[in-house]
């Protein structure tokens, strides 16, 4: 599976911002994407996930009730939906194949798409 992040930019805190993640490629079933992220001086991070079979979704405490991951099938994309961002989201937001405790992935890193909250 190839994955290929885009959509960051600068936005006000409080702002919205909408990310999608391309897939290519196949996977055997049961597979998740995730989104990471890492922050200046930070380690990354995996912040939500969606299942392959069900749409199964977690979401970091960080994240929980601002961001919604969703999937358009036909399209083979993944989105991440950013609302009441924050100063401190402010990171390189990179998708990735991996597992449910997302302490691993397939692959290596895309080139990730910053994203700046700023005003």
């Known amino acids: 599976v190839q994955l290929v992040e885009s959509g960051g930019g600068l936005v006000q805190p409080g702002g919205s911002l909408r990310l999608s993640c391309a897939v290519s490629?196949?996977?055997?079933?049961?597979?998740?994407i995730g989104w990471f992220r890492q922050a200046p001086g930070k380690e990354r991070e995996g912040i939500t996930y969606?299942?392959?079979?069900?749409?199964?979704?977690y979401y970091a405490d960080s994240v929980k009730g601002r961001f919604t991951i969703s999937r358009d099938i036909l399209k083979n994309t993944v989105f991440l939906q950013m609302s009441s961002l924050k100063v401190e989201d402010t990171a390189v937001y990179y998708c990735?194949?991996?597992?449910?405790?997302?302490?691993?992935?397939?692959?290596?890193w895309g080139q990730g798409t910053q994203v700046t909250v700023s005003s």
């Open positions: 990735a194949r991996t597992i449910p405790s997302m302490s691993y992935i397939y692959g290596s």
């Open positions: 490629g196949t996977a055997e079933d049961p597979y998740y």
């Open positions: 969606i299942g392959s079979i069900d749409g199964k979704t």
